[in-house]
């Protein structure tokens, strides 16, 4: 079975760190699959937070502005994990997190992802003092 | 940044109604767009990628259309599993990925 669980969450105060983990299992990892990280607020609407790009395209990331700086997206091919590392943590920051996969590709007019089509089940992050 | 605007934001429907919602995007996307559904406490789940192509697993009833802007996602003969909260997305530029605000489906 295709699957992503995500682990790591849990209540923080502000200005501190956490890392989430995202666990693949029943696909490959690393060549083809861009590994997503998008969270909801509580009663809002999805954030998408970054991604890194498939082993094939290097692995290399990019981010939402709101988290720029302040949070780092990593992948371990060899373990099919993916990390999202949550620096300076702010109480707007409180949300469900999510993991995501999507096939990505470049062709004559740049890169792209298809869309997202397998999810974790989210992991609860609650920054608060 | 690409803006995705969805409406309406939400609307009210009976089972067996057919329904659409409709996402704009605020520059051309071509066709790097996607739909998905989330129903309360549970993560999203893709239902159309690429405007207009169904996801595996995902019952015929749901389809999708447009380009470039603008964009629409129809569910015909409503089923009662339908009721929930449906987002687009823009994969056309990952600097950054956007969604819409989401279209909640709501039993009349």
């Known amino acids: 079975e295709v699957q992503l669980v995500e682990s790591g969450g849990g209540l923080v105060q502000p200005g501190r760190s956490l890392r989430l983990s995202c666990t693949a299992s029943g696909f490959t990892f690393g060549d083809y699959y861009a590994m997503n990280w998008v969270r909801q607020a509580p009663g809002k609407g999805l954030e998408w937070v970054g991604f890194?790009?498939?082993?094939?395209?290097?692995?290399?990331?990019e981010y939402a502005a709101s988290v720029k700086g302040r949070f780092t997206i990593s992948r371990d091919d060899s373990k099919s994990i993916a990390y999202l590392q949550m620096n300076s943590l702010k109480t707007e920051d409180t949300a469900v997190y999510y993991c995501?996969?999507?096939?990505?590709?470049?062709?004559?007019?740049?890169?792209?992802?298809?869309?997202?089509?397998?999810w974790g089940q989210g992991t609860m992050v609650t920054v608060s003092s | 940044d690409i803006q995705m605007t969805q409406s309406p934001s939400s609307l009210s429907a009976s089972v067996g109604d057919r329904v659409t919602i409709t996402c704009r995007a605020s520059q051309s996307i071509s066709n790097y767009l996607n739909w998905y559904q989330q129903k309360p406490g549970k993560a999203p789940e893709l239902l159309i990628y690429a405007a207009s192509s169904l996801q595996s697993g995902v019952p015929s009833r749901f389809s999708g259309s447009g380009s470039v802007t603008d964009f629409t996602l129809t569910v015909s003969n409503l089923q009662p599993e339908d009721f929930a909260t449906y987002y687009c997305q823009q994969t056309y530029s990952s600097r950054p990925i956007t969604f819409g605000q989401g279209t909640r489906v709501e039993i009349k």
């Open positions: 890194s790009r498939s082993k094939v395209y290097g692995g290399t990331t």
């Open positions: 995501t996969r999507a096939r990505d590709y470049y062709d004559s007019s740049g890169y792209y992802l298809d869309g997202f089509d397998i």
